[in-house]
């Protein structure tokens, strides 16, 4: 049963499915709408349960599509995987977060943000340095950007990512595992890898409290990462009660359509303006 929630609610995840077709892009049209800048950061925030206080900011790109609209991230990041475009939208991403966590900064609100990044960018061992470098580029310490690991699928190569993980980790550079719980995250990562912070996957919060096996992976998750020295952020946080049952259990952050869902980047200042829980 819990196994068939997660499972469908994975497929439920992105916000055009079902509404729109899927259309198809080929390799070239995407390589193109990097380059003309047509990929979007949107932000969705993490607040502290304790207190509420906004702690940082997930990157989550967009397509914006002159003809088909925002596109979510489900329908191209496959495509840019496969072709190797990964690398060059990875960088372009996190360059332009960091340009706008720079920005948040000057205005008063020195907030930690986290990009997405795919196994594939963690084959390149020049990967680190160019962190360092953008880091260095936008004025951000290395502290104020978490990289979000998942692991999309087994990888010919496993050592060069540990390596690079640990290069970036050594470097102060906050790591989070990504979608922890589910098949893409594995406990063998918490032993070879120092990550910073561990993300529950929203198929393990989300209802959790009235679910007894939900709640046991939940609470295990949560023991095991404070043992390991670790963040807790739970993702998928959607209403009253998934805030008040993880709050209780001590989570330290949470994420998810109860506190904001991703917001474009002008509407951020406003947002952290108003925010109240
Ligand atoms: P993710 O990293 O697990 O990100 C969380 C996804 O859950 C986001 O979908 C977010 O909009 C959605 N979400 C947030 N709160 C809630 C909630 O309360 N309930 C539910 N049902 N969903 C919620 P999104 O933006 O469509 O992103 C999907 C996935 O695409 C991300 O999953 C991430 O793996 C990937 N992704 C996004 N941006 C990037 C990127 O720049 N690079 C890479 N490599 N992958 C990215
Ligand atoms: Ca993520
Ligand atoms: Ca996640
Ligand atoms: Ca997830």
């Keep these: 049963e819990t196994l068939k929630r997660i499972l469908a609610d994975d497929q439920a995840q992105s916000p055009a499915q079902g509404s729109k077709e ?13 380059a003309d800048g047509e990929l979007v950061n949107h932000y969705q925030p993490k607040v502290e349960f304790a207190s509420g206080a906004v702690a940082g900011f997930e ?3 967009r397509w914006r599509h002159p003809q088909d609209g925002l596109i979510p991230p489900d329908q191209f990041i496959p495509l840019a995987e496969e072709s190797g475009l990964i690398n060059e ?22 907030l930690q943000v986290a990009v997405n990044v795919s196994m594939d960018n963690l084959v ?32 010919k190569d496993p050592l060069t990512p540990l390596e690079v993980l640990a290069r970036l980790r050594l470097k102060r550079v906050g790591l989070s595992i990504d979608d922890f719980g589910t098949g893409h995250s594995s406990l063998a990562q918490l ?17 959790a409290w009235r679910d007894a096996s939900l709640r046991a992976i939940l609470e295990a998750s949560l023991g095991m990462a404070r043992q390991l020295g670790m963040k807790t952020v739970a993702e998928g946080v959607e209403d009253r009660e998934d805030w008040d049952f993880l709050r209780i259990r001590g989570c330290e952050l949470a994420q998810g359509w109860f506190i904001a869902k991703a917001l474009p980047p002008e509407q951020i200042a406003d947002w952290i303006a108003d925010w109240e829980v």
């Design 22 to 34: 899927r259309k198809t892009y080929s390799a070239e049209r995407l390589r193109r709408a990097i």
């Design 59 to 61: 990157t989550l790109v």
């Design 89 to 110: 939208l990875t960088r372009s991403v996190l360059r332009t977060a960091l340009r706008h966590a720079r920005a948040w900064g000057d205005d008063g609100y020195p």
């Design 124 to 155: 390149s061992l020049d990967f680190p340095d160019f962190v360092e470098r953008a880091l260095g580029e936008a004025g951000i310490a290395a502290s104020g950007l978490l990289l979000e690991v998942t692991e999309s699928r087994l990888m």
């Design 191 to 207: 032993r070879d890898i120092p990550f910073s912070e561990l993300k529950i996957d929203r198929g393990f919060v989300h209802g």
